[in-house]
């Protein structure tokens, strides 16, 4: 393969909103029957990045229409309505994408760095169904890699600014005595999870009741906080009775509709979920406050602006480790004149000219010492195929002269 071959696809909150969003949004059902339909597209190496803020399907591809084709042919979204608001990254570009998603730069809230979990678990789902090969795997591994750096050199992910994070922020600016209002938690994944963490960490309550279609996740959460957890089938009895309802779910379909709601106490609603899980509609109603996760990302303050400044040592270290990728890339493309090049020292070596190239070896010569200085010679010409990695280096050409001439 080429490099120009890698493809990304994606919309994400720059030109969509969260509506618009939903529609592309891929559950774990719709990834396992895109990856069983990709070798329909000529496709054997892909993934699909699907969170609250973006849909981007990677892969390595004859075009980018056939990504996107397979993506929309298992989301409620048309092709038509994907590529007018779509962006589309080939090669280089496309890698240097990834990078800037993996490090936070893209996000929509400046270095919220829970894409990165994002981004491992997409990945890990496409390996454990067979769609990720060297080239993918390679690259994911330096993705995580320059993430972690710029993690750790950096403030761009510092304080405490994250989806997340941004629910808490909103509650703590709009509502007061947040300790005495019942709290009720709807999704205890990896958004949940951590929405509710904070909720203990920061709002100093416990008054928080925890739900999850499969109980497993929210009783040991409630276990490990100190909290309340109720059955799936009881939720309208603690909808009705909370006050704030924040709701991180990943269901195809509103789990809170308007005329769940029509009748019910005054509430504020957090909709952490893409597509919509509380019915758009619900806003309508006077007593009901119902934020998404757009609202949330305009929530702008002193830590926003600390992590503007970090963005160029982000870049810098991020550029250092697309470097470091794309030299892996260049030198795997020799691998096959190396094993050649050796291949034609054995044979050398099988006709006794070996031996004559190497006169001090004397009697005592012996099948080990060819092996270890053939791989010796293998070495030094690896090494110097990245040294003469430049425009008008006949490094390449005059080794496969060699490899193509007679033995005598």
């Known amino acids: 393969?080429?490099?120009?071959?890698?493809?990304?696809?994606?919309i994400n909150y720059k030109k969509t909103d969260a509506s618009v969003r939903g529609l592309f949004a891929v559950n774990n059902d719709h990834y396992a029957s895109v990856l069983q339909k990709a070798p329909d597209y000529f496709l054997d190496q892909l993934f699909i990045l699907s969170t609250c803020n973006r849909t981007e399907i990677y892969g390595i591809a004859p075009c980018a229409d056939s990504l996107v084709h397979l993506l929309c042919s298992e989301t409620e979204g048309s092709v038509e309505t994907f590529k007018e608001l779509a962006y589309i990254k080939q090669g280089e570009e496309a890698i240097e994408h990834l990078f800037n998603v993996a490090s936070g730069l893209d996000s929509q809230i400046l270095g919220d760095y829970e894409i990165v979990g994002q981004i491992k678990q997409a990945t890990r789902f496409a390996k454990e169904h067979g769609f990720v090969g060297a080239f993918l795997e390679r690259m994911v591994n330096t993705v995580l890699q320059s993430s972690k750096a710029v993690k750790g050199?950096?403030?761009?992910?510092?304080?405490?600014?994250s989806v997340s994070f941004a629910a808490i922020q909103f509650l703590m600016d709009n509502v007061t005595n947040v300790a005495n209002k019942k709290i009720l938690l709807l999704?205890?994944?990896?958004?949940?999870?951590?929405t509710c963490k904070n909720l203990v960490d920061y709002l100093h309550t416990t008054n928080i009741t925890l739900i999850n279609r499969t109980p497993d996740k929210a009783v040991e959460l409630a276990d490990e906080l100190g909290l309340q957890y109720a059955s799936f089938e009881d939720a309208d009895k603690y909808i009705a009775e909370a006050?704030?309802?924040?709701?991180?779910?990943?269901?195809?379909?509103?789990?809170?509709?308007?005329?769940?709601?029509?009748?019910?106490?005054?509430?504020?609603?957090?909709?952490l979920s893409i597509p919509n899980n509380i019915d758009p509609l619900a806003k309508e109603l006077a007593h009901i406050t119902l934020v998404n996760v757009d609202d949330l990302s305009k929530i702008?303050?002193?830590?926003?602006?600390?992590?503007?400044?970090?963005v160029p040592k982000a870049k810098a270290i991020i550029a250092e480790h697309i470097d470091e990728f794309t030299e892996w890339y260049s030198m795997r493309k020799n691998v096959?004149?190396?094993?050649?090049?050796?291949?034609?020292?054995?044979?050398m070596h099988a006709c006794n000219l070996f031996m004559a190239m190497h006169p001090n070896l004397g009697e005592n010569y012996t099948h080990h010492a060819s092996s270890d200085s053939i791989q010796k010679v293998i070495n030094n010409m690896a090494l110097k195929m990245r040294q003469q990695r430049k425009p008008g280096c006949n490094y390449i050409e005059a080794i496969n002269d060699f490899i193509t001439s007679r033995v005598h």
């Open 187 to 194: 999704g205890t994944g990896k958004i949940g999870r951590n």
């Open 1 to 10: 393969m080429h490099i120009s071959q890698f493809y990304i696809a994606g």
């Open 243 to 271: 006050d704030i309802i924040i709701v991180a779910t990943n269901a195809e379909q509103p789990v809170i509709m308007k005329a769940d709601l029509e009748s019910s106490n005054t509430k504020i609603l957090i909709d």
């Open 153 to 161: 050199q950096t403030a761009l992910s510092g304080g405490t600014v």
């Open 336 to 347: 096959p004149v190396l094993k050649a090049v050796k291949q034609k020292l054995q044979d």
């Open 300 to 310: 702008n303050d002193a830590t926003l602006q600390k992590r503007q400044a970090e």
